[in-house]
């Protein structure tokens, strides 16, 4: 008789998620090298979403697409949620994937679109630095000097 509660429970919460389309909406993170492999492959447009002092720090993504959360203070940038809401709606049908220092910003980001009905939306948690020096940067993957003052 449990069993069967339990069934029913998960089933009914089954059925009001796809309801509700979330089971189409779910953000996806992506392992540095699936996140490599793609964007190699021209599959995915990179949002880096860290300051520009990190970006010139480490270097940027090539081709990447550069919009600071924060200034170097780490001030909230009042302009971000626009300016990524304007590219994101210009960009609806490619695949989109968040990348910061380590993986807690770009995942902030990724949710919180993916949460206002955004498609195709992944975040890299191992960020370009890493939690343990293991990001982007340490792995040997492409990297250039920022065009930024």
Request: net charge negative; glycine share 6%; aromatic share 12%.
């Amino acid at each position: 008789m449990v069993t069967k509660l339990y069934f029913r429970i998960i089933f009914l919460c089954f059925i009001l998620l796809s309801w509700n389309g979330y089971s189409e909406n779910i953000m996806k993170s992506l392992n540095l090298q699936e996140a490599h492999d793609s964007y190699k492959d021209d599959k995915i447009i990179i949002v880096d979403v860290r300051t520009k002092k990190e970006w010139k720090e480490t270097g940027i993504i090539p081709n990447s697409i550069l919009l600071n959360m924060h200034n170097d203070s780490y001030e909230e940038n009042k302009n971000f949620v626009n300016d990524l809401t304007a590219f994101l709606s210009k960009n609806l049908n490619e695949s989109i994937a968040f990348i910061c220092a380590s993986g807690s910003r770009s995942e902030l980001v990724a949710n919180y679109f993916t949460e206002k009905g955004y498609k195709n939306l992944s975040h890299i948690p191992d960020g370009i630095v890493g939690k343990n020096n293991d990001g982007w940067l340490f792995l040997g993957f492409p990297l250039k000097a920022p065009e930024i003052d």
